[in-house]
């Protein structure tokens, strides 16, 4: 069995995930994983786990976050809602 490394659970199906630098990182679940992995919404602070919508300075989980926190003029629907 292998501890998780985010929440030291001892478990038989964890998983390792090994980066392009050659280290390694365990999880028990996708929901550890994505805890120490994913990046954060610089609004509203959820875990990023598509593709997220990037400006110069952050990364948010969508465009009203990113409209909310930045002068981004930025939408994630074509075409654009009214008003929006």
Known sequence: MAICDTCGNDYDKAFSVTFSDG???TFDSI???AVELAPQCAHCGCRILGHGVETE???FCCAHCARKSSNADINDRYPVPAGG
């Open 23 to 25: 280290h390694s990182a």
């Open 31 to 33: 929901e550890c994983a």
């Open 57 to 59: 300075d952050a990364i």
